[in-house]
């Protein structure tokens, strides 16, 4: 899994808000989690998020090294 894990297994993770502005767009990824064979809805968004940022690592690193403290 690609979860943080604390030393004692227990979740550690950040959370925030997500508002779908269609009950279209939910419920396709209900049916993606589930073709994915996804844990849940929101285990999906997490690996496409995760892929995203991956994939974009560069601009990050970019922006880190003009802008950390």
Sequence with gaps: ST???EKNGDLK???F???FYSTDTLEN???LA???NAESVNALINKILTE???KHADKI???NSLFSK
Excluded: I, M, S, T
């Design 52 to 54: 995203y940022a991956e």
């Design 3 to 5: 979860q943080p894990k």
């Design 17 to 19: 808000n997500l508002l």
């Design 13 to 15: 993770g950040k959370r």
């Design 61 to 63: 690193n970019k922006y």
């Design 29 to 31: 990824l209900k049916v």
């Design 34 to 36: 589930k073709l994915e």
